[in-house]
């Protein structure tokens, strides 16, 4: 498909700065004076000039860099990795060995390049060069993506097979050894930028991201913009770690015997053992709930909140406060900012009647400024309208009626009579049921149950396809 | 030498095969100018390189000119029938890939020179190539042999000169992309390549990388059939010199 490289909607995309700077290392090596010993790399009778060794890169590079032995090390791997440098003697291993081992520097049409990164095209033509160099050259790797190639761009395929033949053909009008480095060099490239399976793809693009479009105008409007997004980001609230890593200390200690990871998950972690209590004793309707269960509402109001059933031990709290219209009001107001699009009109009216409007049923105590805006907003009701309302009864809640439930007779009932499940006792054969990979699907299981028509047996099976699937 | 093609063809398959060698010979002066841009930056880059590619480059826009006009018409007949109306998409489609090519090949060279300047005297990297490529320029344009014109030294000037134009032409290689696009409108899944996908060895001359492979597959095989034949012959010559000599000792 035609693909402009030059201008992608519109915007030209940039070289990335890595690249950047390892292009001027590269071309500062190539100072006649203080760049790189290079020798010359014999094959049988040809000879090939300007190679180095790996020991040479590492020594050149403490010398001008005055770094050290590892550093230097570290940034040759990035010049071979990047395809800035080719060994010469194992191709298809990228790394730099800091002994005797040849390199010799890639040419800058082959460096690798953000601004127009190889293309199908590019990379079909070169296995088609290289199948019809010598059949049977292409590895197993090339020859898949050969075969995906010329299905994906099979409209193409002559020019591809044709343009193969006249590179390979202009190539020919070389001399032996020109023609053995060119060789080198595309190779070079395409191991880099289409690595074999298994090895570090070192330019992982990722999806196309929309680079800042470079040509700004540097007048009054965008300097604004600068000021306004400094200022922004001033004002911005920050913490200092040491009391922010207070904090975060003091959650993980809160939270840590809740964690089944850390701490272990009665009667069983269901994910190890297969056994679904732990979800039934802590679901929505339970008669008794677990101490920890109830010991997490305590921590904050949104824990409260969140569970199901703290939700209605509050409401029954507030009931008999004669505030429970606040948590009534909550709760409309968040089915109105989770629920359906099309019912918001009307979820939203029920709500003005019901809490909202003077003399309602369940008139809730908001401060005037809000209920202004409520109102307000109100006459084009949309998904958030209710926000501030919600907000301030939250708080209100949160303040007030909160603390005095953790205090109530009620919750310290309730924790009394919250009970600590027992450790489910391992089975006597300590073989039978270790199994510690995860069990197979539910669907699976249900339908050899539904075959067999015994617990028994579909125990047994699970058992059996459970050890079948352990990789 | 632009190659003109104002008549109208009343010979249907005439057409067809000047479209073949348009895009044929554009394909083949693609490859020789992404040829000649692979040693731009490299030791080798000098104003006769630059000169080179310049003229490739010329010879390429020409070629795309009347490639583009040729088939434009061709496709935009709606009397064309069924059978030929294929072949031109098939041109098409090869002819705007290579144009792709050609575009990405000028963006590079452009880029590439504008760091590698040869004016300011820009250091180039050292990359082994040691020849010139005279002979590919000439295979490209179609030439028995390059005459060495003064290619001269590049001044500053010239080569603000030459990048402008270059980028001009770049652009104009866009906007031929673009019009391309929009005038015909080639519906390329339905477009169906004719070759094979693999075809035969254009030659057996393998001793390009063999020379590198050999230290590969060392341990593969110790010897290839050459060597194993010279061998033979070497053992040989040396028998028939071995029994000479007990024959010239014993006879004496």
Same mark, same amino acid.
């Given at each position: ?45 040809? *000879? ?31 010049? *071979? ?254 089915? *109105? ?135 | ?104 090949? &000028?963006?590079?060279?452009?880029? &590439? ?114 060597? &194993? ?24």
């Amino acid at each position: 498909m035609t693909i402009n490289t030059l201008s992608q909607d519109g915007v030209q995309r940039q070289q990335m700065p890595c690249l950047t700077k390892m292009e001027r290392m590269i071309i500062s090596m190539q100072d006649p004076d203080m760049g790189i010993k290079l020798r010359n790399q014999r094959l049988l009778i040809t *000879v090939i000039p300007h190679a180095m060794t790996g020991a040479d890169i590492v020594e050149w590079l403490i010398k001008k860099f005055t770094i050290s032995d590892e550093e230097a090390a570290h940034i040759g791997q990035f010049l *071979v990795k990047y395809g800035y440098i080719y060994p010469l003697k194992e191709p298809r291993n990228l790394i730099l060995k800091a002994d005797e081992s040849a390199y010799r520097f890639q040419t800058p049409y082959y460096w690798m390049s953000t601004r127009w990164p190889a293309s199908e095209l590019d990379y079909a033509i070169y296995l088609a060069k290289k199948n019809i160099r010598k059949q049977g050259e292409l590895i197993e790797y090339e020859k898949e993506c050969y075969n995906a190639l010329h299905k994906r761009i099979n409209h193409t395929w002559d020019f591809v097979v044709m343009q193969a033949r006249e590179q390979l053909r202009a190539s020919k009008q070389r001399r032996k050894a020109d023609r053995i480095v060119l060789e080198c060099q595309e190779q070079a490239f395409w191991l880099v930028n289409r690595p074999p399976p298994g090895t570090l793809d070192i330019i992982n693009y990722g999806p196309e991201r929309r680079t800042m479009n470079t040509r700004v105008q540097l007048n009054a409007e965008f300097y604004k913009k600068e000021i306004e997004h400094n200022r922004m980001s001033l004002a911005r609230n920050r913490v200092k770690s040491s009391i922010c890593l207070e904090s975060y200390v003091k959650y993980c200690e809160q939270y840590q015997p809740h964690d089944p990871i850390m701490q272990g998950c009665l009667p069983s972690n269901p994910w190890i053992t297969d056994d679904v209590l732990f979800w039934n004793m802590n679901s929505e309707a339970v008669a008794v709930p677990t101490k920890l269960r109830v010991e997490r509402w305590s921590f904050s109001f949104t824990e409260l909140l969140d569970d199901p059933m703290g939700r209605k031990e509050f409401l029954i709290y507030l009931e008999k406060e004669f505030s429970a219209e606040n948590l009534c009001f909550w709760q409309a107001c968040e089915d *109105v900012r989770h629920g359906e699009s099309s019912k918001i009109p009307e979820k939203v009216d029920e709500v003005y009647k019901q809490f909202l409007a003077p003399g309602a049923s369940r008139w809730v105590n908001i401060d005037s400024k809000t209920m202004e805006k409520t109102l307000e907003g109100l006459k084009r009701p949309h998904r958030f309208v209710l926000d501030d309302a919600q907000m301030h009864i939250y708080f209100l809640m949160k303040k007030d009626s909160f603390p005095r439930y953790l205090k109530s007779e009620l919750y310290k009932s309730l924790l009394a009579r919250a009970i600590v499940p027992q450790e489910t006792k391992k089975s006597v054969f300590p073989f039978m049921r270790r199994q510690r990979h995860s069990s197979p699907s539910p669907a699976l299981v249900t339908q050899t149950a539904e075959d067999d028509g015994k617990t028994k047996n579909s125990n047994s099976v699970k058992g059996n396809s459970g050890t079948a699937s352990r990789l | 030498m632009p190659l003109s093609n104002n008549k109208v063809a009343d010979d249907g398959s005439s057409t067809l095969q000047e479209g073949k060698a348009m895009v044929d010979s554009l394909i083949k002066v693609v490859a020789c100018y992404r040829h000649l841009a692979s040693c731009v930056g490299g030791c080798t880059d000098s104003s006769s390189l630059r000169r080179d590619l310049r003229q490739t480059r010329e010879r390429a826009q020409t070629l795309a000119l009347s490639c583009r006009n040729h088939l434009t018409t061709r496709l935009r007949d709606k009397t064309l029938p069924e059978a030929e109306r294929k072949e031109a998409e098939r041109q098409w489609v090869s002819f705007s890939s290579c144009l792709e090519l050609l575009h990405a090949d &000028m963006s590079k060279v452009f880029a &590439m020179a504008k760091h590698f300047s040869l004016a300011n005297n820009s250091t180039m990297v050292q990359t082994g190539i040691q020849g010139g490529t005279t002979e590919v320029a000439a295979r490209a344009l179609s030439l028995p042999d390059l005459q060495e014109a003064g290619a001269g030294t590049q001044t500053s000037s010239v080569e603000g000169q030459e990048q402008s134009q270059l980028e001009q032409e770049i652009t104009q290689v866009d906007r031929t992309l673009d019009d391309m696009e929009m005038k015909v409108n080639v519906l390329r899944w339905t477009v169906e390549a004719l070759g094979p996908q693999h075809t035969d060895p254009v030659s057996t001359d393998s001793a390009s990388l063999a020379l590198l492979s050999m230290d590969e597959e060392a341990a593969q095989r110790f010897c290839s059939h050459s060597q &194993m034949f010279a061998a033979m012959m070497l053992c040989g010559v040396a028998m028939f010199a071995v029994v000479l000599s007990v024959c010239v000792v014993f006879l004496v």
